[in-house]
């Protein structure tokens, strides 16, 4: 046992010396290798496996550790931190050095949970023996309780590790190893009440000494001071209380606005269909009415004008770019030329494609026709489906009601069992109460041992700190003194002698053997031989840059008289075949009706009788319907948007073989 006493008390003054976030594990484990070469091999080996376990598994082992000081372990001193999980001080951090009145045990949780199929049970009792016994049986009890083991350790372990390999590699052996683990805590527990408590000593009576104490003087009178007078004070102010006149006037205002705007609402609900029965200007006044005073008319509200938007002006001139230019020369040219195929084409005998273009316009007549009504299809359909969702929120709101009902009633008796609950919770509170009261009277003894415990291992960690900075100091000094020495020396080689300048002849060839070697003044003179000549290529360069320039420039100014008479001819065309166009649509007129459109009229005819007479019996308010003012101008404006794009998509339709034939046009 003392084997294993010794060489767990060298893995505790290790892991006393690790921090985390100082150290790396695997230089701390090279270090600590090296200081053990004098131990024998079998002990070096045991104490390096348990020192690496430990730093490999901390986070498993801090969380029964912490959770064991938290429930069980709430009287057991923080000193005892590292015999159950093997680092210092909670939470990992060696900046809190814990005192310790003795060497602690071996690591019990690492050796228990990780280490205890290779030692066998036998050679685990001989380490657990080595321990404090009282400390290691509350430790050992609660790590291998089965609902312990079940429940919060498994889960815990599983969110740093995988749930299945947790559950087969350490919880299924602890579970193994329960019972045999629950008769060595019962055997040492029995050694425990077994063994004879030593007889204590009795303490020697303090005899109580007569103090030798001097008679006092009499206390003389005190002489009365003088009462201080007090300036008076001014009263608070009763402005203090009240509120400002600033927001009584506010308040006012508000009030009185709120009145007028309610009146001008509702004369302007009285007044709403005036216009609809105006009066002529030549009518005279009813005879019998009597002239009444009017009351002053509410003020005109303006309404602002509406958004005009103003079509692209195709007209204006666009500043082209010389690409732009000559891209547009040659597609005006190509169209040329093919034009003028085709006229030779018709001359050699060619068909013509005029009665094509009139089977295609009466089939581009019919599509209009067909996607009018499609149109009014889909218009109806959604109207159809406003509808149906008016009838599907009356029945979501009288289910939601139904819902609300329900959801009381179950909140009324969930809050009656909250109650019941809560008075078992007063109950259970005031006897673990009483029990805490009962546990801390046993506080205070456990508490001095601890503090001279502690005064002691402060002083040594003193007399260590005193050394180490005595030691640091003479280190400190002898490596000033060397790098004085090395200072002095720099300074007396800086103050030797050196030749520093140097005679050079820029007319003298160096004479290193090398092909085409010349002096400085010869090459300067060939340098500016070849910029002068460099200057005058670079003239030449230039004038002809400029000529190219201006030729480019004329053919672009050529190019572009072309472009414009094109553009021109071509508009003049577009305008004529528009004209025709818009005579055609005139001539077809609107489009038909559909049996389609007879059947989802009738539909949404029958789905807003069904709603209003839901919305009567259920008293569920109505979407408030259209105005057929309203109603009216959003029909014009779908109007004039559907042939806006009719309008630019029949211009983006367009031929690429009209430019030639409408410049022969004009």
């Not at 000593?201 to 007090?230: C, D, G, N, Q, Y």
């Not at 025709?580 to 007879?598: I, M, N």
Request: aromatic letters at 6%; hydrophobic letters at 35%; charged letters at 30%.
């Amino acid at each position: 046992m003392a084997y294993y006493g010794k060489c767990i008390e060298t893995v505790m003054k290790h892991l006393d010396r690790f921090q985390p976030k100082k150290d790396s594990p695997e230089q701390f484990l090279e270090a600590v290798a090296n200081s053990l070469q004098t131990l024998s091999p079998q002990k070096q080996a045991f104490i390096m496996e348990i020192l690496s376990g430990c730093l490999e598994y901390r986070k498993l082992l801090t969380i029964v550790v912490d959770a064991f000081y938290v429930r069980d372990g709430r009287l057991c001193p923080r000193a005892d931190y590292s015999l159950f999980e093997g680092s210092n001080a909670p939470g990992g951090d060696p900046s809190i050095l814990l005192p310790r009145p003795r060497p602690l045990p071996p690591v019990i949780c690492y050796l228990a949970t990780f280490q205890l199929e290779e030692l066998g049970f036998q050679l685990f009792c001989d380490v657990v023996r080595s321990q404090p016994v009282h400390k290691v049986c509350k430790f050992l009890g609660f790590l291998f309780s089965p609902l312990n083991l079940g429940s919060w350790i498994k889960d815990e372990w599983s969110l740093v590790y995988e749930t299945s390999h947790v559950k087969e590699n350490w919880i299924d052996p602890l579970m193994r190893w329960q019972p045999e683990v629950q008769e060595l805590i019962d055997q040492l527990q029995g050694e425990l009440t077994s063994q004879p408590s030593p007889p204590k000593s009795k303490a020697k009576v303090t005899e109580p000494k007569e103090f030798s104490l001097t008679t006092p003087r009499p206390r003389a009178i005190p002489v009365p001071e003088l009462v201080p007078k007090v300036a008076k004070t001014r009263p608070v102010p009763r402005s203090t209380y009240q509120p400002p006149k600033e927001q009584r006037l506010l308040e006012m205002t508000k009030r009185y606005n709120r009145w007028k705007a309610e009146e001008l609402l509702l004369r302007a609900n009285i007044e709403e269909l005036r216009c609809a029965m105006p009066r002529s200007r030549g009518e005279p006044p009813l005879q019998g009415s009597e002239k009444k005073p009017r009351p002053p008319l509410p003020p005109r509200i303006l309404k602002t004008q509406k958004l005009t938007f103003y079509t692209p002006n195709d007209n204006a001139p666009v500043k082209l770019n010389t690409a732009a230019i000559l891209r547009e020369g040659a597609l005006y040219q190509r169209q040329v030329e093919n034009e003028l195929q085709r006229v030779d084409r018709l001359v050699g005998g060619a068909g013509d494609f005029s009665e094509f273009l009139e089977w295609q316009r009466r089939m581009q007549a019919k599509d209009r026709v067909a996607q009018l009504a499609a149109g009014e299809v889909r218009r109806l359909r959604g109207k159809l489906s406003h509808e149906e969702a008016a009838l599907a929120r009356q029945q979501v709101a009288q289910e939601k009601r139904r819902m609300a009902e329900l959801k009381k009633e179950e909140t009324a008796e969930l809050m009656q069992r909250c109650a019941e609950r809560r008075l078992q919770e007063e109950k259970s509170m005031k006897e673990l109460v009483e029990q805490v009261i009962e546990t801390q009277k046993n506080v205070k003894v456990a508490q001095t041992e601890l503090r001279k415990g502690r005064r002691r291992i402060a002083q040594e960690v003193t007399e260590e700190n005193r050394e180490l900075l005595q030691r640091s100091t003479e280190a400190a000094k002898e490596e000033q003194k060397r790098r004085c020495d090395l200072v002095s020396q720099l300074r007396a080689l800086e103050f030797r002698p050196t030749r520093r300048g140097k005679l050079v002849d820029l007319t003298q060839i160096p004479g290193h053997g090398l092909e085409g070697e010349m002096s400085v003044v010869e090459l300067r003179e060939r340098l500016a031989l070849l910029k002068e000549t460099r200057r005058r290529q670079e003239e030449e360069r230039r004038d002809q840059i400029i000529q190219g320039k201006r030729a480019k420039s004329q053919e672009l100014r050529d190019t572009l008289e072309q472009v414009v008479l094109c553009r021109a001819a071509m508009g003049r065309s577009a305008a004529l075949r528009w004209e025709e166009k818009k005579a055609r649509w005139a001539a077809a007129g609107a489009p038909s009706q559909d049996e389609r459109v007879l059947e989802l009229q009738r539909r949404i005819q029958e789905k807003a009788a069904e709603r209003r007479a839901r919305a009567a019996s259920g008293h569920v308010p109505a979407p408030r319907a259209m105005r057929p003012k309203q109603r009216a101008q959003l029909e014009a404006q779908r109007r004039l948007e559907l042939e806006r794009s009719r309008e630019r998509w029949l211009r983006a339709q367009q031929p690429g073989c009209g430019p030639a034939r409408r410049l022969g046009a004009a």
